[in-house]
């Protein structure tokens, strides 16, 4: 389980400058697409009610993963192992955290109403 | 002048003293009495280290230390102070409620208000989390045969955090009044609506310090056991107690959040006038209970899983046996882990949301109780047919075990909605939390400070005063709660200070007697410690092994040096120091040895901790000055170390060889001792493994007797 | 083991620095570890905001009475330049070891954060003033300041943090220190990018939508 990559992986793909820069740009380029996606359905009205919140949801999910995959660099390797299950496991409690408060919260507020 | 400017909101009425002048009472008295105690108890601190000329190396060998052993032992001697102090608080409120029919007793609904409020508080936040961090930290690195923690210096960091978050606590026995409102502080009564005073700042800030603390440990000891391991120690032959270590160290991780989310709103609506729980302008009170569980019941899980631990390194150790189910017990505790995330609603079933989210989360309860099973199935396994040894550490597991396993049943009770509607809020409740915690959590603590005190110190615990205070723990924790099962189906209501049905007095009675032998308990467990230093000769154990141990810590010497190993471990199996001493390849020479790099003390953490306590002593009193002061002096701290340059210091490889070759020859020149023979002075810490006891036991025992007599 | 080993996720210094890309495995590991704690704070006020966006209007305005959404897309984009500014901070000190050029983008990325600083205290000024929606306004408005304010006082500190760490490339140099340092720096940076993208959608978007 430690994170040592095999020996073999070749050099070039880490160790190369215009490589890494791409990286960024591509997260660049792949963010702004999405930030304004986002705002354009908003901006423009594309979709109504639960059909906007739904396509909303599903850019900021995207964005999230671009940044982390262009800018934090997570991705499948063998080495990046732990960090990704540390950060799987992260979201996991989270998704029970954010959705169980809700859940309750809404049950109670509901069975308040007059 | 404005006095206001510079004392805040601190009058001389502040002071507990002024209650007693103004207005004497039996209630007021004990109050300035634990003032005066708390007072007295500092000055005479002070006098000692004075006269002793003790100033001096306790800054430099304790509080600048980042060595985790060092950091351990000093929580755990927080953890025993605060211990002291909530106990007393404990017999006080068992006290009152004897006394207290029809509104009788000597306390007044106030004080006993702020006493089980501090109680709670005290035990959860300042004895039971100080005890199982001080225990990880000495524990944990020993065991995956490291030198040190991944960031030593942050570990220090999270002891004088907490320690801050203690001496606020002990500040408000003196100055000012705690909050009356539970270990829990559920808002509206903590709002500022209904507690306008100081109290509930001070349980906020005394707890949001605390959490900060173990925050960073659970980082460090997440990072120090991902990549720390010596070579050879995969996760699968990692000691369980270090794997329950990881897994609590998760839980602190990810729970302490919620906790610092609700405090931080709490105070943003007690400072600010913010409508996070107020009751009315759109507040929502029961978020506050949410957020507080979402944490609160990961804690629990935080401080039975390092007890879980050790009673797996006890129970094999004294039954001279591998534990049985290693691979069940990791994965219970990894289920128990993430579980105990998903089951926080059992903890406010009354609040009014619909019968299907009690359902499900009461469901989600009574699971857990599965791989808890699991463990307590494989703790019985391990004892048949092994060498089972009574010593203490083993009789608290035993205790444990049947007592344990009732505290556990009320619980599934508990978790049933329908039950739980009955005695939701009854001193029954309380019972099944202290079935829990005193059994599980704090006699497991006793049990390890029995288990790894001779590793620390050099010299074993004197056995018979060790027997004689779990002869009054274990009983006297029976009487003392058991009867409030009874007491909380009759109706009586926790956090009461007096009743009027003459049916609870029986019980309240058999409470007490209880509570004074839990008293008795911990003062033969004081006397122990004393006879024991005073005897260390006599019980001494340097060889570093009394008890036959199974994992890498028993390999090196009692107490260990500053470095932990003189070379790294190479470990091949579970039991790894067990396995080399039945393959006789453990006390070897290693083959060369290398300079070791150490870190130097540094005043960082104290200073961290000093303005951290003064930072949340301002804002209780809403002393501006201070609060600004403090918090750009803890960053000029945190920033000032981030540019010194030397903070690390080498041990040549000539220092580090002498100490290492001495030990080694002192335990080859010294005959092992059987097990029989564990308790007698011919113990000095080296041990022959049970399994080849008997060929080489009768001769070895004969030369071991004749060595110490 | 070889230069090729990639430690940890992000820029490895192996080919460049091997010293000091063996101390980063687990340097950042924990500094991974605490990002994935600070982002639990978060997502529990997020939840409390979903809920209370909702549930706590009492007298007080709506989100959509109060949003200003051009303003919030400019400091998304701000967030975003700067933290691809960063990221070429990073190839300058991974490849070029160069002082100049590393405090060049860590000025430009300081000085997009702190427009985003400064664009938000601006949303809050308009906000107090035009609309009266002061945090003690409503619970909806305490969880709303609560959640925007703590990210801005994380990308504060961050701006703090990135100012002394200036001051050490000027003094150290790009010590090995120093480098663990600025890559820890630029982990925060980022995840502060991600945290916003939450806040940008879920309490500006969809406070104007529904
Ligand atoms: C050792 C002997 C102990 C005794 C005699 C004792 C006694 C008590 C009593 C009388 C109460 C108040 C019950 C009520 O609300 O009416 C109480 C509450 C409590 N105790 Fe203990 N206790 C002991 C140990 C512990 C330990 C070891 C812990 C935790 C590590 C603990 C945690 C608590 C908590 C959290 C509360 C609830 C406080 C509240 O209501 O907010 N206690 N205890
Ligand atoms: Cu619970």
């Known amino acids: ?114 | 002048m404005n006095w206001e400017l510079i004392f805040g909101q601190i009058k001389w009425t502040s002071f507990v003293f002024a209650g007693m002048i103004e207005n004497p009472s039996l209630s007021e008295a004990i109050a300035s009495g634990a003032g005066s105690i708390a007072v007295l108890g500092a000055l005479g601190t002070v006098v000692l280290l004075t006269v002793k000329g003790w100033w001096v190396p306790l800054w430099r060998d304790w509080l600048t230390s980042v060595d985790h052993k060092k950091v351990g032992i000093m929580y755990i001697v927080l953890a025993l102070v605060m211990f002291a102090r909530a106990v007393i608080e404990a017999a006080l409120m068992r006290a009152q409620q004897l006394a207290a029919t029809d509104g009788g007793g000597f306390l007044s609904a106030d004080h006993f208000g702020q006493l089980f409020s501090t109680h709670g508080t005290i035990m959860i936040f300042f004895v039971a989390m100080p005890f199982i961090t001080g225990l990880m930290n000495y524990v944990m690195p020993l065991q995956i045969g490291a030198r040190d923690v991944s960031f030593p210096l942050l570990n220090a960091i999270s002891l004088m955090l907490t320690m801050a978050g203690a001496v606020l606590i002990m500040v408000s026995l003196v100055v000012g009044q705690f909050s009356t409102g539970g270990w829990s502080a559920y808002p509206p009564f903590t709002g500022i609506e209904f507690s306008p005073g100081e109290g509930v700042d001070y349980w906020i800030w005394a707890v949001s310090l605390g959490s900060i603390g173990s925050t960073l440990t659970g980082l460090n000891f997440a990072v120090t056991i991902y990549k720390k391991r010596c070579p050879g120690m995969s996760l699968f032959r990692m000691p369980l107690f270090t794997w329950t270590t990881l897994c609590t160290s998760i839980l602190m991780i990810f729970a302490m959040a919620p906790l610092t989310a609700a405090t931080i709103m709490l105070a943003l609506d007690r400072y600010a006038g913010f409508h996070f729980f107020t009751n009315g302008d759109g507040g929502n009170m029961m978020n506050y209970a949410n957020l507080f569980w979402l944490f609160g019941h990961p804690e629990v899980y935080i401080l039975i899983l390092p007890a879980f631990g050790v009673w797996s390194e006890v129970v094999a150790t004294y039954s001279s046996k591998r534990i049985y189910g290693y691979t069940s017990l990791v994965y219970a505790t990894m289920c128990i882990a993430v579980l105990s995330f998903a089951v926080w609603l059992h903890h406010f079933f009354t609040m009014g949301q619909s019968a299907n989210v009690n359902a499900i989360f009461g469901i989600a309860t009574m699971i857990i109780g599965v791989p808890t099973g699991v463990k307590v199935y494989d703790w019985l396994l391990t004892m048949v047919g092994g060498r089972i040894r009574l010593t203490t550490a083993m009789l608290f597991h035993i205790n444990f075990l049947l007592t344990f396993i009732l505290g556990g049943m009320t619980g599934v009770l508990l978790a049933n909605p329908g039950i739980d509607f009955q005695v939701h809020n009854t001193l029954f409740l309380v019972a099944h939390f202290h079935n829990m915690i005193i059994p599980g959590v704090l006699f497991g603590m006793f049990a390890a400070v029995q288990f790894w005190f001779p590793k620390a110190f050099g010299f074993r615990l004197h056995e018979g005063l060790g027997r004689a205070s779990f002869w009054c723990f274990a009983p006297g924790f029976l009487l003392a709660f058991f009867p409030l099962y009874w007491l909380g189906m009759m109706g009586a209501t926790r956090r009461t200070f007096t009743w009027s049905n003459p049916d609870y007095l029986p019980w309240f009675a058999l409470a007490m007697l209880g509570a004074a032998l839990i008293l008795a308990g911990f003062a033969f467990m004081v006397m122990q410690i004393v006879v024991s230093v005073r005897r260390r000769a006599e019980l001494a154990a340097p060889l570093g092994d009394p008890w036959d141990g199974r994992a890498l810590e028993w390999s090196i010497p009692s107490p260990p040096p500053a470095w932990n190993f003189a070379v790294l471990p190479q470990v091949t199996a579970r039991d790894a120091f067990y396995e080399a001493k039945k393959d006789g390849t453990a006390y070897r020479s290693p083959a060369a040895y290398e300079d070791i790099e150490v870190p130097r003390n540094t005043a960082t953490a104290p200073l961290i901790g000093l303005f951290a306590c003064a930072w949340a002593f301002g804002l209780v009193w809403h002393i501006w000055w201070l609060v600004i002061v403090s918090f750009v002096l803890i960053w000029a701290v945190v920033i000032a170390r981030s540019f010194a340059t030397h903070t690390e210091e080498i041990v040549p490889a000539a220092t580090v060889k002498a100490a290492n070759e001495a030990f080694l020859a002192a335990v080859r020149a010294t005959p092992g001792v059987t097990r029989d023979q564990e308790m007698t002075a011919a113990n000095r810490g080296r041990a022959i493994p049970e399994s080849l006891e008997a060929s080489a036991g009768a001769l070895a025992a004969g030369a071991a007797v004749e060595v110490t007599r | ?210």
Request: proline fraction near 3%.
């Open chain 1, 1 to 114: 389980m430690s994170n040592r990559a095999p020996a073999n992986l070749p050099a070039s793909d880490i160790e190369d400058e215009g490589h890494e820069r791409r990286s960024y740009v591509i997260g660049l380029v792949l963010a702004l697409v999405l930030t304004t996606g986002a705002f354009a359905v908003v901006w423009f009205d594309l979709f109504s009610g639960a059909a906007a919140l739904a396509a909303l949801g599903l850019l900021a999910v995207v964005q999230a993963v671009v940044h982390l995959r262009y800018f934090l660099h997570i991705d499948l390797q063998r080495s990046h192992r732990d960090d990704l299950l540390l950060i799987l496991f992260t979201v996991l409690i989270l998704l029970i955290m954010v959705s169980g408060t809700i859940w309750i919260l809404y049950d109670q507020h509901m069975r308040m109403m007059p």
């Open chain 3, 1 to 210: 083991m070889s230069l090729s080993e990639r430690l940890h996720p992000g820029i490895n210094l192996a080919g460049t620095d091997p010293e000091s890309h063996e101390a980063a495995e687990e340097v950042l590991f924990g500094f991974w570890i605490f990002l994935m704690s600070d982002l639990v704070l978060f997502a529990v006020l997020f939840a409390t905001y979903a809920a209370m966006s909702v549930q706590g209007i009492a007298e007080g305005p709506r989100p959509a009475e109060v949003f200003d959404l051009t303003a919030a897309f400019l400091e998304t984009l701000l967030l975003l330049f700067s933290s691809f500014a960063f990221g070429f901070a990073m190839l300058e000190m991974k490849y070029r070891e160069n002082r100049r050029g590393v405090l060049g983008w860590l000025l430009v990325t300081g000085l997009l954060g702190a427009g985003f600083v400064g664009m938000e205290l601006h949303d809050y000024y308009v906000m107090v003033t035009a609309h009266g929606a002061t945090p003690q306004t409503s619970g909806f408005l305490s969880a709303y300041y609560l959640l925007t304010g703590t990210h801005a006082l994380h990308v504060s500190s961050g701006l703090v943090w990135m100012a002394v760490m200036a001051v050490q490339v000027v003094v150290f140099g790009l010590s090995p220190a120093v480098k663990l340092r600025l890559m820890r720096l630029a982990l925060f940076w980022h995840m502060l990018d991600v945290v916003w993208i939450g806040i940008f959608t879920f309490v500006y978007l969809y406070g104007v939508v529904s």
